[in-house]
C-alpha cells in the first residue's frame, strides 16, 4: 500500500534569526535525501566517465522527470535536499565533479545546477522544503586543510575568512539559478578526514572553526561518522541488552573515556552556539554506514547486532549517561568491574537531544560500503530507537545517501556497481520514502523536557 502525505504532513515555520536572512524550518521528523546525480530527473543513464554510464534502471518515469513530479502532487516526504558536493580549491570553493551541476562540476565560477534538477528544487522549494549546499565528502574533504590554513593565523581571523568563502559560493549559486529562484537555506558541514577528531586536534579545531564561519542565519548540519568522536559509553539496560563497554567504547573509538575523548565530537557541538545562545548546529547527521563489523559504530557481525549497536548509540547519544569512576569500577559489586582495565571509567556525559540528532543510513545495498539494512528492518530499527527513547524526546529525523542512487541499478556510482536491493526497489522508491516517513511520524514524542539517562 503507498502512504501518500500531503503537504499538510510538512508544515513549515516562519522563524527569524540573525543577519536577515529567514529560515523556515520544518517540524520534525527531518527526512534529509542527499542529491549526488541526477537518476530520478529525467535520465536513463548517466555518463560516469569517457568509458561508462550510470544506469538509472529503478526510475518509473526515465523519461520524464519523476522527483519534479513527486513535488508538484506533493506527495514527496523529503524535507530536506543536500546538494552534494562543494569542495576546495586553494582558498576558493568550488563545485565539485558530478552530475547535478549543469556543466559537470569542478568549477569556480559555474554553480548552475543541472536543468531537471533546477526544475524539481525549485518546486520542492515552493513546497516549503529546504535547500542545502553540502561542503566536503569523502573525496571533496581532501583538501580541506590547506584551504583553512590559508584563511588566517587566528582563529578569529580564519572564521571571518571562511565565512566570506561561504557567503561568495553561496551568492553564485545563487546567481546562476535565479532562473529558478532557488535560494540557499542552510550548509551541510561533511568534512571527512578520516579517524578520530582529537579533542582540540586541528582536524577537530578546523572543523569547529568551519561550522562557526557558516552565518548563523542559515540551517546548520555537521556529520559525522560515529568513530570521528560519537561514541557512547553504556548504561546498565544496555548490559541487559547485551552491550559491555567494551563493544561501545572499543573498536574505532577514542580513548580514554575519563577525558571524553571517545565523543569529541559532542563536546565540540556542546561549545558551538549561535549568537542567541541556542545551538549552532541544527542537527548532528551521524553517518551509521562504512562501520562493517564495528559494533561501537553502528556495524556487527549480523544485520541485527547492527541493528542493536545504533539503537544504543542513537539513544545514549540523545539521552547522555552517567560518568563511571575508577573507585566504582574497582568495587568487585559493581556491574561495571570487568572493564575496570579496559576501557576503564568514563565521564558523564548530559546527551545532544533527540531532537537534534539524525540517524543516517545508505539507501541502497550499493549506495556505500557496509550497513546497508532493508526497508523492513530499518522500520525495526527506527521501533527500537523509538522503545529506547521512552518519549524522552522528539526523534530528529533520518538522513539518506543518497536519492539518486535510489534510482540507479548498474554503474561505477555503486558499489560493485550494482546499486538495489534498496528502499523502494521495484521501481517503487515514492512508496518506500513514504513508508520510512510514516514509521518515523509513528515514534512516541514528548512535550515537556526531555529525561536523560544521566539522571538515573
Not at 501518500?4 to 524550518?25: C, D, I, K, P, R
Request: proline share 4%; net charge negative; charged share 15%.
Amino acid at each position: 500500500m503507498r502512504l501518500t502525505l500531503g503537504l499538510a504532513g510538512l508544515t513549515a515555520g516562519l522563524v527569524a534569526v540573525n543577519g536577515g536572512h529567514a529560515v523556515t524550518t520544518l517540524e520534525s521528523p527531518r527526512l534529509v535525501a542527499y542529491l549526488n546525480c541526477a537518476c530520478g530527473f529525467g535520465h536513463t543513464a548517466i555518463r560516469h566517465d569517457e568509458y561508462s554510464f550510470d544506469e538509472c534502471g529503478n526510475d518509473p518515469d526515465p523519461t520524464g522527470n519523476t522527483v519534479l513530479s513527486w513535488e508538484a502532487k506533493g506527495q514527496s516526504p523529503i524535507t530536506h535536499y543536500v546538494l552534494s558536493f562543494l569542495s576546495f580549491d586553494g582558498g576558493a570553493i568550488q563545485t565539485d565533479p558530478g552530475s547535478i551541476w549543469a556543466d559537470g562540476g569542478g568549477s569556480l565560477f559555474n554553480f548552475a545546477l543541472e536543468g531537471n534538477i533546477s526544475a524539481a528544487m525549485s518546486m520542492a522549494q515552493r513546497n516549503g522544503k529546504k535547500i542545502m549546499l553540502s561542503l566536503g565528502g569523502e573525496t571533496g574533504s581532501s583538501r580541506f586543510i590547506e584551504w583553512w590554513h590559508t584563511h588566517g593565523t587566528s582563529s578569529e581571523a580564519r572564521v571571518a575568512g571562511m565565512r566570506q568563502s561561504i557567503l561568495t559560493a553561496i551568492s553564485k549559486f545563487e546567481r546562476d539559478n535565479n532562473n529558478r529562484a532557488i535560494k540557499v537555506d542552510g550548509i551541510d558541514v561533511d568534512i571527512e578526514l578520516g579517524g578520530g577528531y582529537v579533542l582540540g586536534g586541528e582536524k577537530w579545531l578546523a572543523t569547529k572553526e568551519l561550522i562557526e564561519a557558516v552565518p548563523d542565519s542559515y540551517i546548520t548540519a555537521f556529520v559525522p561518522q560515529v568513530g570521528n568522536g560519537l561514541c557512547a559509553a553504556v548504561v546498565e539496560d544496555d548490559l541487559a541488552n547485551g552491550l559491555s563497554p567494551l563493544d561501545t567504547l572499543g573498536g574505532q573509538c577514542m580513548n580514554p573515556g575519563e577525558t571524553g575523548a571517545p565523543w569529541s565530537l559532542a563536546l565540540m557541538d556542546a561549545q558551538l552556539k549561535r549568537a542567541n545562545g541556542t545551538p549552532k548546529l541544527d542537527w548532528l547527521g551521524v553517518q551509521y554506514y562504512n562501520a562493517v563489523s564495528a559494533v561501537c559504530c553502528g556495524g556487527g557481525t549480523t544485520e541485527a547486532e547492527g541493528i542493536k549497536s545504533t539503537a544504543q548509540n542513537y539513544k545514549n547519544l540523545a539521552l547522555g549517561w552517567p560518568g563511571v569512576t575508577a573507585a566504582t569500577m574497582e568495587d568487585e559489586t559493581s556491574p561495571w568491574h570487568s572493564w575496570r582495565w579496559w576501557p576503564g571509567p568514563w565521564a558523564q556525559f548530559e546527551g545532544i537531544g533527540a531532537d537534534r540528532l539524525v540517524l543516517g543510513k545508505p539507501g541502497c545495498n550499493g549506495c556505500a560500503g557496509s550497513n546497508y539494512i532493508s526497508e523492513a528492518n530499518m522500520l525495526s530499527l527506527l521501533r527500537s530507537i523509538g522503545n529506547g527513547l521512552g518519549g524522552n524526546g522528539t526523534f530528529g529525523g533520518v538522513l539518506f545517501w543518497d536519492l539518486c542512487r535510489l534510482f540507479g541499478t548498474e554503474g561505477k556510482f555503486c558499489v560493485s556497481t550494482h546499486c538495489q536491493p534498496g528502499w523502494g526497489s521495484d521501481s517503487d522508491v515514492l512508496s518506500g520514502l513514504n513508508q520510512l516517513y510514516h514509521a518515523m511520524q509513528a515514534l512516541p514524542t514528548s512535550s515537556g523536557s526531555e529525561a536523560k539517562n544521566a539522571e538515573q
